[in-house]
């Protein structure tokens, strides 16, 4: 009997898969067994290169008329922009291979070590799950931030991958961006001390400024204003940098979190200071008092207590 039973098992199985594949059913193992899984050879790969910087830079659409409707600040909505800052920590939480994330306005930059292999490298896996985690945790968050604001319709987020080959070419990506900042906040600040301090209309004002330099808007400010540019809040002037950083704050806490700056990244004094973003990556410490925890730490604590008081009632019940 032994010498029939290994031909007909086999014969079982091949029964088996045929009746499978005419049916458009799935054998055992999870392996599809189907005629039409042909339609997988139309994919096309899309792995970035290795060894290389992987920045994923995301930007608002549309939000010149999202933040009008919902009212934002102008020149700057301090809440709008922790909002930014809070979605832009939980993708640092998600993906542990981001470095660095920098942002301002309506847009975040993430910067991937080189060596990551996070979804083997594919960028449309990257891009769309870095772009929609973003997105849902704006939204997710924003009643924490905009508590007095309800969100009228859904914002939307674009975003592009970009590879950069070399340190020095990293570091002049994330200078870009930060002049972009200084160019665009002393004008913003100038257009709306304008129209909403002295009364110009939009076309007024643009009028005023066109052909300025940063200095004529400086002395405009502050001669019409009393305003001094550099005495504004640094997140306005330089956006925020995010961190991996081994957080102390007094007897309270010691633990890894993501830290907020907002820091010169232009000059060499930023890089000196945090070496591990060019060199062999190991966080290092950051040291604050417990007045002074800002907004991103803060969230980041209470969601840490919250977890923890969960995790006590789930033990004792």
Known sequence: MQLYRSPIVQLLKRSAKLLCQERGLRIPGGMACSRFEYVKSFEQGDDVLQNVWIVIRLDGKGFHKFSKVHDFDKPNDANALNLMNIAAVAVMEEFRDIILAYGQSDEYSFVFRKETNVFNRRASKLLSYVTSLFTSSYVYNWMHCMSKKTLLYPPCFDGRIVLYPSDQNLRDYLSWRQADVHINNLYNTAFWN??????????????????????????????KFGINYNNLPAMFRKGTILLRKRVKIENSLNRQLIVDLHNDMIRDKFWKDHTELLGKYKPGDYVCELENISTVLKHQIDKLNTNEKQENIECCS
Do not use: I, M
């Open 194 to 223: 304008l129209v909403l301090k002295s009364g110009l209309t939009n076309q007024e004002a643009e009028t005023e400024l066109r052909g300025t330099f940063s200095a004529d808007k400086n002395e405009l400010l502050f001669t």
